[in-house]
């Protein structure tokens, strides 16, 4: 299988990347943001739970989070792979992700970071709310919550990856083909 975390901040075009990674590698697409809005959407109590969190630019909390993903992954019988979306966002997550793979007798394949600096990312963001309707990207104070939260918990799961030599930096400026090619070519050569 081929598993691929596609890691990055807010606004890095994870969602955007997934599109051309799961078109071309035949992987699930697997974005906890997407499940936590369906959620949302459907008004079930695992979407009233994640909404108050994601209003504020707040983590959902690791053991609802772990377990939603896990009834997600054995929902797809004989996958070609699955491409994780803005999961894992702590270590808790990317230690329990490894453990549930192993327990699937399979593992993350590739880590694969959207490098993007931060001005970069608050124009994006807010561009992105003219069209997504997402309340979490039309407040600035929100942006700012969020981009912090991924600097104090989410940035140091990098260093998760690293230690099992898994972690690749994409320059995540360019445009989209761009960076699908460099994604492209960092899993062809890593994999
Ligand atoms: P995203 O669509 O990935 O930008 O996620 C939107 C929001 O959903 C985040 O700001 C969090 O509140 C929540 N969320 C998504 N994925 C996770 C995760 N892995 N752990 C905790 N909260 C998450």
């Known amino acids: 299988m081929l598993n691929i975390v596609l890691f990055g901040p807010p606004g890095a075009g994870k969602g955007t990347q997934s599109e051309r990674l799961i078109e ?10 997407d499940v936590f809005r369906a959620n949302i959407k ?17 983590l959902v909390p690791d053991e609802v989070t772990i377990n939603m993903l896990r009834s997600e992954v054995v929902q797809h019988s004989a ?18 992700l490894d453990e549930f793979l192993a327990s699937l007798s399979t593992e993350i394949s590739l880590m694969l970071a959207l490098e993007v600096e931060e001005t970069e990312l608050k124009t994006r963001l ?11 990207d039309a407040d600035p104070a929100v942006i700012e919550k969020r981009i912090a939260v991924y ?8 260093a998760f990856y690293q230690a099992q030599h898994k972690f ?3 320059d995540g400026i360019g445009s ?15 994999h």
Do not use: C
């Not at 996958?79 to 329990?96: S, Y």
């Not at 600097?151 to 990098?158: L, S």
């Not at 761009?178 to 890593?190: C, G, K, V, W």
């Open 42 to 58: 459907g008004e079930t109590d695992l979407g009233k739970l994640a909404k108050s969190y994601m209003d504020a630019g707040q």
């Open 24 to 33: 071309k590698y035949g992987l699930v697409h697997l974005s906890t943001g």
């Open 126 to 136: 807010l561009k992105r709310a003219e069209v997504s309707g997402r309340p979490d």
């Open 79 to 96: 996958p070609k792979g699955f491409i994780f979306d803005g999961f894992p966002r702590t270590n808790a997550q990317a230690q329990a």
């Open 151 to 158: 600097n104090q918990e989410t940035a140091p799961v990098k």
């Open 168 to 170: 690749v930096a994409i």
């Open 176 to 190: 989209i083909d761009e960076i699908t090619q460099r994604l492209f070519s960092a899993i062809d050569t890593n």
